[in-house]
């Protein structure tokens, strides 16, 4: 019964951890239309990972042991002053400098929540991942009503303005939800997670095998420096950070291509309107793959990672030759979720299970990940931005 409470109150983390960050990135199109903009959309997802590697490494190197709640709390503020100021926001630099804001606390909030998994049955991942899939689907259809409620169409900056105030404010409530999550909801176990569970039987042996090798080495392990320590668990991780940076990389400029694949006068049209509907599409892949865990796991994420790469590389053609005609484009959205959000919840997994992660240094890999996940959204929104101010502008 605490395993299913436990696993709700994660879900409302994740939902309302990353609620803010995923309205932002739905918004981004609108947001910048607002300002009179439209090619600067990269600016948009960019401000919104702009100090992610910042609060990251804050978390990871600095305030790994100041309390959970301190921490939990913290964020909580964070989002609210986000959401208030791009509500307010005056002009477009003004707008993303609040979304720095709110962008940090989604990566904050994450790198602190899936460090406070390390103390949990590692399945609960599932619950937080699954919530993240949740934010995603709540803020693109939240933008999908607001939008078909204001109208669509050229020369509505004003209304579009009023449409981004109103999304922003009334998201602000779930702050406290999320506070009472944390306080209420999740009941942190009474005694750490045993070894058994955190390594499948197969495993065991190399486990042993593990901490026997290390008998040998017993004085370097006790006398091993900080950044000695920092360097043995990013040797660990870096395959499945690197995949992990690499299809968040290839998925963001995807989904911003989502805003040119077909010509002008299709946009701003309709309800729901094009772009809006095609990143709730990706929304509703991410949520499916990051709920799956239940039923599959995946342990070779570079298939995923090729297969992103891929997708990548024909969206960015769409939007110069525009080949795919618009009745595909919903579904291949949907995949593009898909192989995202199953790299991320199965990646997370394995950091959280594989017996190859010590349970000491559990924390500080989940952290060093997540890390690369923020490298990877960071060089796609430059090179999204890069094609759409060069070769792709006139397109």
């Known amino acids: 019964m605490s395993n299913v409470r436990n696993w709700v109150g994660f879900f409302l983390l994740g939902a309302i951890n990353n609620l803010p960050y995923v309205i932002i990135n739905s918004a981004s199109k609108t947001?910048?239309?607002?300002?009179?903009?439209?090619?600067?959309?990269?600016?948009?997802?960019?401000?919104?990972?702009?100090?992610?590697?910042?609060?990251?490494?804050?978390?990871?190197?600095?305030?790994?042991?100041?309390?959970?709640?301190?921490?939990?709390?913290?964020?909580?503020?964070?989002?609210?002053?986000?959401?208030?100021?791009v509500a307010y926001a005056f002009n477009f630099p003004f707008a993303l400098a609040c979304i720095v804001v709110a962008g940090s606390s989604a990566a904050f909030g994450e790198n602190v929540t899936l460090g406070y998994l390390s103390l949990f049955p590692s399945k609960l991942v599932n619950g937080w991942s699954s919530g993240t899939g949740m934010a995603g689907l709540l803020g693109a259809g939240l933008y999908i009503i607001f939008g078909c409620s204001v109208g669509t169409g050229g020369g509505k900056a004003e209304q579009l303005k009023f449409l981004n105030k109103m999304a922003f404010l009334l998201t602000t409530p779930v702050v406290l939800i999320y506070w009472v999550s944390y306080a209420k909801i999740v009941?942190?176990?009474?005694?750490?997670?045993?070894?058994?569970?955190?390594?499948?039987?197969?495993?065991?042996?190399?486990?042993?095998?593990?901490?026997?090798?290390?008998?040998?080495?017993?004085?370097?392990?006790?006398?091993?420096?900080?950044?000695?320590?920092?360097?043995?668990?990013?040797k660990l991780v870096l395959w499945l950070a690197v995949n992990l940076g690499l299809v968040y990389l290839f998925e963001y400029v995807a989904r911003a291509c989502a805003a040119k694949v077909r010509p002008r006068d299709e946009y701003n049209i309709g309800c729901p309107e094009l772009y809006s509907a095609l990143q709730f599409c990706y929304q509703a892949g991410v949520f499916a793959s990051r709920s799956s865990l239940q039923i599959?796991?995946?342990?070779?994420?570079?298939?995923?990672?090729?297969?992103?790469?891929?997708?990548?590389?024909?969206?960015?053609?769409?939007?110069?030759?525009?080949?795919?005609?618009?009745?595909?484009?919903?579904?291949?959205?949907?995949?593009?979720?898909?192989?995202?959000?199953?790299?991320?919840?199965?990646?997370?997994?394995?950091?959280?299970?594989?017996?190859?992660?010590?349970?000491?240094?559990?924390?500080?890999?989940?952290?060093?990940?997540?890390?690369?996940?923020?490298?990877?959204?960071?060089?796609?929104?430059?090179?999204?931005?890069?094609?759409?101010?060069t070769v792709l502008s006139k397109d």
């Open 296 to 389: 599959v796991q995946i342990r070779r994420v570079e298939i995923l990672t090729l297969l992103q790469g891929i997708n990548m590389v024909v969206w960015v053609a769409d939007v110069h030759y525009k080949f795919l005609p618009v009745w595909i484009l919903p579904a291949y959205m949907i995949f593009v979720g898909l192989m995202g959000g199953a790299s991320y919840v199965n990646i997370f997994y394995l950091l959280l299970k594989d017996a190859q992660f010590p349970d000491e240094d559990r924390e500080l890999c989940i952290n060093i990940t997540a890390l690369f996940s923020t490298i990877g959204i960071a060089t796609g929104c430059g090179v999204e931005t890069a094609l759409f101010t």
């Open 31 to 85: 947001i910048a239309q607002s300002f009179g903009v439209q090619n600067f959309v990269g600016l948009v997802f960019g401000a919104n990972v702009s100090l992610a590697a910042f609060v990251r490494v804050l978390n990871a190197f600095v305030l790994l042991k100041t309390p959970y709640w301190t921490r939990i709390f913290a964020n909580g503020i964070l989002m609210l002053l986000g959401l208030f100021g």
């Open 187 to 234: 009941q942190r176990p009474k005694q750490p997670r045993q070894q058994a569970e955190t390594a499948p039987a197969e495993d065991a042996e190399e486990r042993k095998a593990l901490l026997d090798n290390s008998i040998n080495t017993g004085q370097e392990i006790l006398g091993e420096t900080y950044k000695g320590r920092v360097w043995r668990c990013l």
